[in-house]
């Protein structure tokens, strides 16, 4: 059995990034383990689903249980910062917040987990945050640092592969497979993942994007059932989301790569 530790900005990001990759670990009798560096205090509430007085951090925090659940994941831990919002916001600047936090600071705290659990892979994002957001962006650094500081022998920044996405919807597109009304995010915008030249290998989760939907789901705060990415149809759910994509740099040679990797990683090319 290997480990792989999944770090995460906020609760729903390991729903829509790396579920998948997480989902099948875990059928293949791995340990998982999420990390949130926030609990998502900034996040856009679905209308209406909040009780009175409910506070979005106290569910967005119960939502990431619920998702481990679904998932398979082993352990839940929050590393205690304040969601930053999105760049450029006043928020940006709250002195406790991710975004503001020295990443020596930070990667020491997640660091301990990784001693603790001495995984083989740990998952970040690309040094873009996936879509330019500040939080998503430190993840990455502090995660580097982190695995540095506990020598975790492999780092996957989980992406978005532009092109595949960009090829998909055309091709949906032209057979007529886009449901009507349905609006897709501006997949050629140049902050919008990454160019597949730079990806190194994906993970084929088609099999469990039955649970990679389920844990989205779980996260009813804010992914109502009319959220782009839910009103997706099943064929187009899967092609979208049932392979996720990563950048391993440096990547290990076959010989020195754990059997988690192995098992999961397939290169792209």
């Not at 970040?124 to 540095?148: F, L, S």
């Not at 595949?164 to 032209?174: F, N, P, S």
């Not at 897709?184 to 989760?205: C, L, Q, S, W, Y």
Request: hydrophobic fraction near 40%; charged fraction near 25%; proline fraction near 8%.
């Amino acid at each position: 059995m290997g480990t792989i530790v999944s770090f995460h900005a906020h609760p729903d990001d390991e729903s829509i990034g790396s579920a998948g990759t997480l989902a099948r670990a875990v059928a293949e009798g791995h340990r998982v383990v999420l990390v949130f560096a926030t609990r998502g205090e900034l996040g856009e509430p679905v209308p209406g689903v909040l009780a009175e007085g409910e506070q979005l951090p106290v569910r967005r925090s119960a939502e990431c249980f619920e998702s481990a659940k679904i998932i398979g994941a082993a352990r839940v831990e929050f590393l205690g910062y304040v969601d930053s919002g999105m760049m450029g916001e006043p928020s940006n600047d709250a002195p406790y917040c991710f975004w503001q936090a020295k990443v020596e600071h930070a990667a020491k705290r997640l660091a301990l987990i990784l001693e603790e659990e001495e995984p083989d892979v740990l998952t970040v994002y690309d040094d873009n945050g996936g879509y330019g957001h500040p939080d998503h962006i430190q993840v990455h650094r502090v995660g580097r640092r982190a695995a540095e500081l506990a020598a975790v022998p492999v780092v996957a920044q989980g992406t978005i592969n532009r092109d595949w996405m960009v090829r998909g919807m055309t091709g949906l597109a032209k057979e007529g497979g886009l449901p009507d009304g349905w609006e897709p995010p501006n997949m050629e915008a140049p902050n919008f993942g990454k160019p597949e030249a730079e990806i190194t290998h994906r993970v084929d989760a088609v099999d469990y994007v039955d649970k990679k939907r389920a844990s989205m789901r779980a996260h009813a705060s804010q992914m109502g059932p009319d959220h782009f990415m839910l009103s997706m149809p099943e064929p187009m759910f899967a092609m979208g989301m049932g392979t996720e994509f990563y950048i391993v740099d440096p990547a290990p040679s076959p010989a020195a790569a754990p059997d988690l990797f192995l098992d999961l990683f397939a290169p792209l090319r």
